[in-house]
């Protein structure tokens, strides 16, 4: 079945480490998004892409990195820049129209040791 | 610019009775408006979406949503809700304008629906 895969489920990360959070989708959709979710918040978009080796940054991009070296992958770098990175991280993807709804991967929970 | 609100972070019914999460918007050109539902540590799935056409919109397990544009809203029920209903409900808007983002959605805050028995 076609879909959004992010991995891991669960990420540890120590203080002034970069961690890497993966999301690969099948689904041939050009426009891949990261999010942020913390509650009560809703999701805040963090960066996103619509083409291969493009990419955009979103609302809250500040301590975040990506890259789009495949139209499939879709990777989010937390960096040692971002003070505050609990939370629960969503990927999703969009074909070519904007009357599509956007698919979401199930997330990755990240979290401070 | 586009924004979402929905009023009202945690609804709260009884199992049986009616449903209802609201959601209204603000777009300076025709809005795509979607309703998605999350269970805990999970991500979301789509309950219903309204681009064009008929105002009243029907999604899975039992949910519909009115597209009104005079009051800007988009309010999300269903007639008789079961504890599985129970979970964070998500609108969202979009729009199909010139040099736009393609798909880039806006998200209100969440409403968090309660089920008791």
């Known amino acids: 079945d076609g879909g959004i895969t992010q991995s891991p489920k669960y990420l540890f990360r120590k203080e002034g480490q970069n961690v890497t959070l993966s999301c690969e989708q099948n689904?041939?959709?050009?426009?891949m998004y990261w999010y942020r979710q913390d509650p009560g918040q809703g999701l805040r978009l963090i960066y996103y892409s619509q083409i291969v080796n493009d990419f955009q940054k979103g609302d809250i991009a500040e301590g975040y990195s990506v890259s789009r070296e495949k139209k499939e992958s879709f990777p989010l770098t937390v960096t040692s820049a971002q003070k505050n990175p609990t939370a629960f991280y969503l990927c999703a993807s969009i074909g070519q129209t904007s009357n599509q709804p956007q698919h979401f991967g199930d997330g990755t929970r990240l979290s401070i040791l | 610019a586009q924004s979402v609100t929905q009023l009202g972070s945690h609804v709260s019914v009884s199992e049986g009775a009616l449903v209802l999460l609201r959601c209204n918007y603000s777009?300076?050109?025709?809005?795509?408006l979607f309703w998605y539902v999350q269970y805990p540590n999970q991500g979301l799935q789509l309950l219903l979406k309204?681009?064009?056409?008929?105002?009243l919109v029907k999604g899975i397990n039992g949910f519909e949503a009115e597209f009104k544009k005079s009051e800007t809203s988009f309010h999300l029920t269903k007639p008789s809700a079961h504890m599985s209903d129970a979970a964070e409900y998500f609108c969202?808007?979009?729009?199909?304008?010139?040099?736009?983002?393609?798909?880039?959605?806006?998200f209100g805050r969440g409403t968090q629906l309660t089920v008791w028995p």
């Open positions: 969202a808007v979009t729009s199909e304008s010139g040099g736009s983002t393609l798909g880039r959605l806006y």
């Open positions: 777009s300076s050109v025709p809005p795509y």
């Open positions: 689904l041939n959709h050009d426009a």
């Open positions: 309204y681009t064009t056409g008929a105002t």
